[in-house]
């Protein structure tokens, strides 16, 4: 576990269908803590498909594993794309580690039947 500082979360979702940003997209934070999955935060991207500030940075930062769990069907539906039921991607969990107190981009590239993340800067 590493001390506050400079450490933060980011992420940021990329609608690839529609070639825009992917705005008013719930994303769950959880920190993993052996087998539980301890809930942190809910937030919803803006129209820039980003969050108005890091998910987690100061002291609510710490080294850990965590996941972000994108509610991917939900805004896929409200914006107009024609899913089955059930939908192929609905809830997309990204687990995920961070071992030292620096920044943390997380993003997402989104479209019905795909995604891909990375470790962003």
Same mark, same amino acid.
């Given at each position: 576990?590493?001390?506050? /500082? +400079?450490? #933060?979360?980011?992420?940021?979702?990329?609608? @690839?269908? %529609?070639?825009?940003?992917?705005? $008013?997209?719930?994303?769950?934070?959880?920190?993993?803590? /052996? +087998?539980? #999955?301890?809930?942190?935060?809910?937030?919803? @991207?803006? %129209?820039?498909?980003?969050?108005? $500030?890091?998910?987690?940075?100061?002291?609510?930062?710490?080294?850990?594993?965590?996941?972000?769990?994108?509610?991917?069907?939900?805004?896929?539906?409200?914006?107009?794309?024609?899913?089955?039921?059930?939908?192929?991607?609905?809830?997309?969990?990204?687990?995920?580690?961070?071992?030292?107190?620096?920044?943390?981009?997380?993003?997402?590239?989104?479209?019905?039947?795909?995604?891909?993340?990375?470790?962003?800067?």
């Amino acid at each position: 576990m590493s001390n506050a /500082g +400079e450490g #933060r979360l980011t992420t940021h979702v990329l609608d @690839t269908a %529609s070639g825009k940003p992917a705005g $008013g997209l719930v994303i769950a934070l959880y920190r993993l803590e /052996g +087998e539980a #999955r301890v809930h942190v935060k809910t937030v919803t @991207t803006n %129209s820039d498909g980003r969050c108005d $500030g890091p998910l987690l940075e100061g002291e609510a930062f710490r080294t850990g594993f965590y996941e972000l769990v994108f509610e991917a069907g939900a805004y896929l539906r409200a914006h107009g794309a024609e899913l089955p039921a059930p939908a192929f991607l609905d809830q997309i969990p990204i687990r995920f580690g961070m071992a030292e107190n620096t920044h943390y981009h997380v993003p997402l590239l989104l479209s019905p039947y795909g995604y891909s993340t990375y470790r962003g800067s």
